[in-house]
């Protein structure tokens, strides 16, 4: 085989891969949705939502560290079963009738790694979320711009004149640097905007890279950042799995024993820290659920919504039957671009509504307001009827 679908040995598959590394934007897309019908009830919910990039990065910070802390995993590798270990690559000598090879230990996360784990989960991410949404907000801006056009009407003088050239005001400094301020940002919001797409297609394409050797299982790394800390994704074995409720009882009993201070003082700050790690475990289930729920729920209603948003085509009518000309009325002559009335080539051309013939606009006013009546099919007609075409074919 050309590469791994099966769920044999430590090496995780690529859909177990690619399913912990979508898990966080679920995850918000879940969030974010629960809190806009939250606050169709609680309008204060909006501040949340408008600070919704700070909001989802504090709430990922305290998941990832307490993750990384008690399983040596990301939030959304632990739920897979997934365990990150140290890579060392060591030369491993044969004899001189075997070839020579590296042989690969694997060991736990250092402190190192997992701080830089946390920054590549979190303030990475965070810091894209905010790039997307300045270039976003300069493209909407420089297509404005072009539809629209730009005033280049600006105050830039630090003196205000009257009509008699004399000087009546001037700018304080607060002004002066606010406006240099703001000049300065605006062009950086440019500079944002005009390299913005260049780091995303090349963070894309790597990452592209990075999957595809994985999946053809040429690389043990799956993403540019876990081959930055030297951090392979394995899977966990049956006794990690079943001493990770212990290892996180004693981590924080170890947490308890470190408290000092009166007794008093100990039972407080341990029933709140108790308090702290019951919300975190509640909180930690209750964004599984609403992952799950959330994905249930849009799997559930994908094909109702398909079917009532897909607009209903209907066969065009057909075209109206055109305009019988008379027997007594005009005929028309061979030539499309010459005026029935003057056999001349059409000058101003217009077309009379009733019938959908094209005259000269002069020969059309002058017989229809003698007659009334359109020359060629002899239907009613009348001046205001005529319709001037500004470009003729």
């Not at 009830?41 to 560290?65: C, G, S, V």
């Not at 250092?110 to 976003?136: A, D, G, H, T, W």
Request: charged share 20%; proline share 6%.
């Amino acid at each position: 085989m050309l590469f791994q679908v099966g769920g044999q040995g430590t090496r995780p598959t690529f859909f177990e891969m690619s399913a912990a590394q979508q898990l966080p934007s679920s995850l918000r897309a879940a969030l974010t949705y629960s809190l806009g019908v939250l606050a169709l009830r609680r309008p204060f919910i909006h501040k949340i939502l408008d600070f919704e990039d700070e909001f989802f990065a504090l709430l990922m910070l305290i998941l990832e560290t307490h993750s990384l802390r008690t399983t040596d995993a990301s939030f959304a590798e632990s739920l897979y079963g997934l365990r990150r270990r140290g890579v060392k690559i060591r030369l491993k000598k044969y004899s001189k009738l075997k070839d020579s090879g590296d042989e690969i230990h694997h060991s736990g996360l250092e402190k190192r790694q997992k701080v830089l784990s946390v920054v590549f989960l979190v303030v990475l991410p965070y810091m894209k979320s905010k790039l997307q949404s300045i270039y976003n907000k300069e493209r909407e801006a420089t297509l404005q711009a072009s539809l629209w056009g730009v005033s280049d009407e600006r105050l830039d003088d630090t003196d205000y004149l009257d009509g008699d050239g004399n000087s009546f005001g001037s700018r304080s400094n607060s002004e002066v640097e606010t406006s240099s301020r703001a000049r300065l940002i605006k062009r950086l919001q440019k500079a944002i905007g005009a390299c913005y797409p260049w780091i995303h297609a090349g963070n894309e394409g790597l990452s592209f890279a990075y999957q595809l050797l994985y999946l053809l299982d040429a690389t043990g790394f799956y993403c540019v950042g876990l081959h930055a800390l030297g951090v392979h994704v394995c899977r966990a074995t049956g006794q990690e799995l079943m001493d990770t409720s212990s290892r996180i009882s004693k981590i924080r009993s170890h947490e308890r024993e470190r408290l000092r201070g009166p007794p008093w003082l100990k039972a407080l700050q341990g029933g709140l820290l108790s308090c702290a790690y019951a919300a975190l475990d509640y909180a930690q289930t209750g964004l599984i659920a609403a992952v799950f729920f959330f994905k249930m729920m849009e799997w559930w209603y994908q094909s109702a919504e398909e079917r009532m948003s897909a607009p209903t085509v209907y066969p065009p009518p057909p075209p109206p039957p055109p305009p019988k000309v008379a027997k007594e009325g005009i005929p028309l002559p061979p030539d499309r671009t010459l005026c029935p009335l003057c056999s001349q080539k059409r000058a101003n051309p217009s077309v009379m509504a009733v019938s959908g013939f094209v005259f000269c606009y002069t020969c059309i006013f002058k017989y229809v307001t003698q007659y009334k009546r359109c020359p060629v099919t002899l239907m009613p007609a009348t001046v205001d009827q005529i319709r001037r075409l500004f470009h003729d074919m």
